[in-house]
Every structure is written in C-alpha cells, then in structure tokens.
C-alpha cells in the first residue's frame, strides 16, 4: 500500500553504495574531460560521497577501487569517513590496468603473472581488514581476442585456482563478489562473460561467495530481472553495480536510459526479499562521470534507485498475486504498470523532511554552492581520474 509504514520503513532505511572513481574525471578511450573542483585523492573523494549522503540520506558507504584509491594508511581513510557519517564498502580489485596483464590476470598463459595478480587480490583483503569493509569485488578483464589464442577451459582452471585461493583468506564475515561482463576488453571469449560461469564459480567456492548483477554488462535485450530473480532465488545475489546503457558499458546514470526496466528489477528484488536485511545485497552503482557534474549526477542516480525501489513497493501485491492466480494476464500487467506510473516523488520528499532532509537532494545541492567553493578550493594537486 502507498505509503503505509512498512514501504515508508524499506525506503529509509535501503543503502546505495556509491562508488569513489564517479567522484573523479573519466571518459570514454576518445577523450577523458577535466572539470573543476574534482577530488586530487581518496578522502576528498570521501568528502563527495558525503554530501550525496547529507543530501540523499540513503548513501551511507562508499566503495573503493584499488590501485585507484591507495594510501599509505588506510586507518586515517576509514576514519575520515567515519567522521562524514560514512563507511567504506565493497573493495574492487584492479587488475586490469597494468601491462603484465595485457594477456590476462588471474587467467594469464604465464605463472608470475598470475601470482602478480593474486597477491593485488590478497592485498585488497588486508585493505577489507584495515578498513572495516566486508566485501571484495573482483571483475577481471581477462579473456581471448581470438578464437585459438588460449585454451578457453584452462583459464577456467586458473580463474577457479586463484578464487579458491582468496576465497580461503577471507575472513568470517567477510564476502567475495565475483562480476561478470559480456564483452570488453576481451571480445572474442571473456574469462566470465554471464551469470552462469559466475554462479558456477561462486557455487563451487562456498557461501560467502556471491555474484554481482552489473546492469552494463548484459547483450541487448536480455531479461536482467530474471537473472536478479534466479539469483536471489538460489541466495547467491551479492550486489548490484546499477547503471544505464544504451549500447554497452555506457555508465551512465542509473535508471536515466530504461527507468522501466530499473523498476522491473526492483520488482524481483523486492518480491524475492532482496530487501530484507538478512539478503544483505549491496545496492552499488558503478558509474564514471564524463561530461556531467559528478556530485549532483550521483545524487540523481540515488534518486533515479530510490524512486524505482518505491514504485516496486508500491506494487499492490494481492490484487498481483489474485490476478496471476486466476489466469487475468492484462489485469496483472496493469497492476504492474499502475505502480510504474504512480508518481513516487512527494511519498519520497515528505520522507526526507520527516528526517530534517530537504525535499529535493538535487535542486538543494545545487542551491548550497558548495559545487562553486569546490572548484575554487581544490586547485593545485593531480585531479582524480580514470587510472588515478
Ligand atoms: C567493468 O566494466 C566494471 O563494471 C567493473 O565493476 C570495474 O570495477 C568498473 O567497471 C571500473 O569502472
Ligand atoms: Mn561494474
């Protein structure tokens, strides 16, 4: 029911996880475009993060991407952003950015490289350790251009061997994340292309492994709400890394290209109790920046999630379930679609003025000046960027 207690509790209380590289400057393999007043090192990309919190109220962690967010004490890190209300999320493991791992990382055909790659791996747990985060991220970029180039089953057996590794020192409550990814950089066989070879993999690894749904990362077309609904099915969901295409890994702002299909998503997410605490799925979104402003951009793709979960939750369930039971196929999409175009944004303003937040993070961000005090302020320094 619209408001009643229980959506208006599931509502505040969801977390969206932000990720600290949509804070810097990025770009596509064309140009990467520099804006004022962008962070020049990780606790300023905290400070960002903080005020899509402030304003949102709902984005509480941040997840870090490592080399990209290294520093020499990740202690002070943490404790920066306990001091912004925040805390560190999902640690993303890099290993697709350094030459030796041109033929892959964890799949590499040479043995050092594969160690090379593990030790970056074994290195992002001692980061889970320092910082208090409970989850590691792994995407490889590994895989073939060519049919022939490797043996596609042995990589397999290298990926299996190095996760088994890292999966055995992770500590109790600690999490593995396995990403996968259709295409790019690899383009003839990626090393985990679909669900299916990440669910193997995690399947075989235990339960503290999981996979994470990439909303970039699918072919055109392809029913991403099935696979959520699959996967939280078999309590194998870890997370999400929301964003929008429209053509691959566009990394746009989540819910801006298919809002629909964001709503579709949350559907499955909340009929298959991914919103109990207990499911404990990560809502992150993974999204570079490259010619819109960072902070507000994040605060709109928190909404965009926000707004999508509450039409979800708005769904009315029983006249759902009484139409699906007697066979009514129009009068079960039209519950569906009477939810979609319920306008959820005053249910979702008056919440934040019931906890002292304004109406609306956007306008109100914009309206602070604090996007003009950051550009006069942070100048000097090597601005954060795609590979910084
Ligand atoms: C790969 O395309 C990916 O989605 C992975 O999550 C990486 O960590 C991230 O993008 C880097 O931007
Ligand atoms: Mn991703």
Known sequence: MPGSSAVRAALTSQAIETPSWGYGNSGTRFKVFAQSGVPRDPFEKLDDAAQVHAFTGVAPRVSLHIPWDRVDDYGALASHAGKLGLTLGAINANVFQDDDFKLGSVTHPDPAVR??????LLECVDIMDATGSSDLKLWFSDGTNYPGQDDVATRQDRLAEALAVVYERLGGDQRMLLEYKLFEPAFYAT?????????????????????VVDTGHHAPGTNIEFIVALLLREGKLGAFDFNSRFYADDDLMAGAADPFQLFRIMHEVVVNGGLEPGAQVDFMLDQCHNIEAKVPAMIRSVMNVQEATAKALTIDAAALAAAQRSGDVLGANAVLMDAYNT??????????????????????????????????????????????
């Open 343 to 388: 306008d959820v944004r005053p249910l979702l303003a008056g919440l934040r003025e019931e906890q002292g937040l304004r109406p609306d993070p956007f306008s109100a961000y914009l309206a602070s000046g604090r996007q003009e005090r950051i550009a006069a302020e942070r100048v000097g320094g090597t601005q954060a960027g795609w590979g910084a």
């Open 115 to 120: 160690r090379k790659a593990l030790a970056l």
């Open 191 to 211: 090393d985990v292309p679909d669900w299916g070879t990440a669910y193997a993999h995690c399947l075989k690894l235990g339960p503290k492994a999981k996979v």
